[in-house]
């Protein structure tokens, strides 16, 4: 057995808040346009890392078996076994049999409760070799849960509740059929909200309008007209969801529908009424967005239904929050706020939608704040210019990995396949790009929604994403594996070198590639240490054992980690040894193969220590 031991000593603060405060990197110049700020192409160097980062592989090693030094100092808990007999379904078991467990009728087949009851099989998982994570929306088409398991074994990691449409009994019923299906033991879906966030959106329609070019369209706030005259009339009339929409709108504007799949040129206001020109013809339906070109709406970022909508998520411990239309980093502390006061013991990744132009110059200090981020192409793309949108998604997700927080590309992933079977060049090509960046996650949005083809578009993302693996293992380069610059002398690497953690998970996935590892191993409570694994983009898999079930489901957003829920025994050895068996017995590590393991477990009641291992399975 080939084992040797890194070890830091340190005082009982274990695991720290998911977004510790650290800096940005300040890689911006100023750009005079706007008052607004462009990201300069940085060179990011090869696919080595620094010398400067890596750790020197001296410390203390362990005994011959690998047993690091607080071996058998902490109490043996015979038959305290938790790691379950079978762990995950078979993959041979059959949608009707895992729906059947799921809802109460399975249970001599599949037991209810299992120690480890975390998605690792098949397809959903990394040992079928995919860094990036699949935000797939649910939607009437995919409400079912039939349908919310066969997304779950075709890929989905999470899933996306668009605050936006559907009741609260909608949300409800979605939400207790992706608990059964994580309780099947198979998956581990995390659960991310949406919020509708200020947006502006035009009425319901009776049925879709086809609009031409040159002709008025009338955009009104009356709310008394009755509902047969809207959009029945030429000149067509539609009501719009915001009331100062009228006062927001100048002569002149450019109001885009769905991101530009029509617009308007704003020639008359009328009392309630604006008056409109189409300029680009398209089909309008019901609830779209409504945009006007450089302009934000004056709304505050969290409405009286935002509020609404997170305490019923707080009311059924969602894993995220997506807050649309941030504006300021207010909006960020205002929620964390909240949910520290009214979800105690919860401890949901807030993310920062970034879709209006009003938070590109504070982008920085959004980022700072939130706890990962969305790029939301649709909304941002109407509301700055549209060519811009690449590049505030590139600086989004560069920040982002500087940061050690993760960001999902998101909107027009596949968008031809709402209708269509099979996806465009540019498509794919976007999704590539997207996670050679270094992304963590891709969304899918009406494609799962209210598409004709939820599944074959998850496909679609699952296997270019896993390609991306692919090419990367041919020797592409890929800049989601280059390390981030953190030697700008900015506050962020000061901020970043004074925490030992970072250097220590940096250099276990340095240590990964060295040794040719099949896999890294984490053991950690809140997540943070596996986020910072993944952070360092190691180009072995990362699995993350927890005792916590929502850490788990909170890390189906990192990049490379697999979670497990793992009850942790005092005696840190047996849960190590209860950890690659359990990895060995799924396949995931063969006899013989080497693992690095990042740990803490090393414990006595009053003292801890952070460790890297390099073990033999
Ligand atoms: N919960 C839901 N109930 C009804 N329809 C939905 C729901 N979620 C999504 N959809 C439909 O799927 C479309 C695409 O989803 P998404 O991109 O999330 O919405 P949008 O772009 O409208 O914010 C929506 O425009 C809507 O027609
Ligand atoms: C993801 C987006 O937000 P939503 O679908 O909520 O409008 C977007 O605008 O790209």
Redesign the pocket.
């Known amino acids: 057995m080939l084992g040797f031991l890194l070890q830091f000593p340190r005082a009982s603060s274990r695991d720290q808040p998911w977004s510790g405060k650290t800096r940005w990197l300040e890689r911006r110049v100023a750009h005079s346009s706007g008052g607004r700020s462009k990201t300069l192409q940085s060179s990011r160097g090869g696919l080595g890392r620094s010398s400067k980062k890596r750790w020197a592989l001296s410390g203390t090693l362990a005994d011959a078996s690998g047993r690091p030094i607080s071996a058998g100092q902490g109490e043996m808990h015979n038959g305290e076994t938790t790691l379950g007999p079978s762990g995950s379904a078979a993959p041979t078991t059959t949608t009707a049999a895992v729906v059947d467990a799921a809802i109460g009728g399975g249970q001599n087949r599949l037991p209810r409760e299992r120690p480890v009851s975390v998605a690792v099989a098949g397809r959903n998982q990394l040992s079928s070799q995919r860094w990036s994570k699949i935000v797939c ?1 649910i939607g009437p088409k995919t409400c079912s849960l039939e349908a919310i398991y066969q997304l779950a074994e075709h890929g989905m990691n999470i899933a996306r509740l ?1 605050m ?1 449409h559907g009741s609260h009994e909608w949300h409800h019923n979605v939400i207790e059929k992706i608990r059964a299906v994580n309780k099947s033991g198979k998956y581990n879906i995390g659960i991310l909200l ?1 919020t ?2 200020p ?1 502006v959106r035009s009425g319901d329609l009776k049925a879709p309008i086809k609009v031409a070019r040159g002709q008025r369209f009338i955009w009104t706030v009356r709310r008394d007209i009755p509902p047969e005259q809207l959009a029945s009339d030429f000149p067509y009339i539609t009501d719009v969801s915001y009331d100062d929409f009228i006062n927001d709108v100048n002569v002149g504007d450019i109001l885009l529908v769905d ?1 530009g799949i029509c617009s308007f040129v704003i020639v008359e206001k009328r009392g309630l009424d604006v008056i409109s020109e189409c300029l680009d013809e398209g089909v309008l339906t019901s609830r779209r ?1 409504l945009n006007v070109r450089g302009k934000s709406a004056s709304l505050p970022a969290l409405t009286e239904k935002d509020w609404d909508d997170i305490r019923f998520g707080v009311e059924r411990n969602v894993d995220f929050y ?1 807050l ?1 239309f941030v504006k300021h980093e207010d909006d960020i502390i205002q929620l964390q706020e909240y949910l520290r006061e009214h979800a105690p013991g919860q401890t949901p990744l807030v993310l920062a ?1 970034i ?1 209006s132009a009003q938070a590109i110059p504070r982008l920085r200090q959004i980022l700072e704040a939130a706890d990962g981020a ?9 509301e700055i210019p549209v060519e811009e949108v690449p590049i505030v998604q590139e600086e989004i997700v560069y920040l982002n990995r500087a940061m050690h927080k993760p960001t999902i590309v ?3 992933m596949l968008e031809s396949m709402i209708v269509y079977p099979t996806p465009t060049r540019a498509e794919v090509t976007d999704i590539t790009e997207a996670i050679r960046q270094g992304s963590d996650a891709t ?1 899918l ?1 009406g494609e799962t929604a209210n598409g004709s083809y939820p599944l074959e578009a998850l496909t679609v993302m699952d296997t270019v994403a896993k390609s991306v693996f692919h090419q990367e293992q041919e020797g592409l380069l890929c800049a989601a594996l280059s390390p981030v610059e953190r030697s700008t002398g900015a506050t962020l690497e000061r901020d970043l070198l004074s925490d030992p953690m970072v250097s220590m998970t940096e250099a276990a996935a340095s240590l990964a590639t060295g040794v040719d590892a099949a896999c890294i191993i984490v053991f950690t409570k809140s997540g943070r240490v596996a986020s910072l694994v993944s952070s360092a983009r190691s180009r072995c898999p990362i699995y993350a054992f927890t005792p916590s079930e929502s850490t788990a489901r909170k890390l189906t957003l990192f990049w490379g980690v697999t979670a497990f829920s793992l009850e942790f025994c005092p005696d840190p050895e047996v849960t190590v040894h209860r950890s690659l068996e359990e990895l060995t017995r799924r396949g995931l590590i063969r006899k013989n193969e080497l693992a690095v393991i990042v740990s803490d477990l090393l414990v006595r009641d009053d003292f801890s220590v952070d460790s890297i291992q390099v073990r033999r399975a």
């Open positions: 929306t668009n936006s949406d509708k966030g947006e991101g967005h997506a649309s939608k879709e969305m790029v939301a192409r649709g909304d941002l793309g109407a998101a909107t027009h969304m949005s």
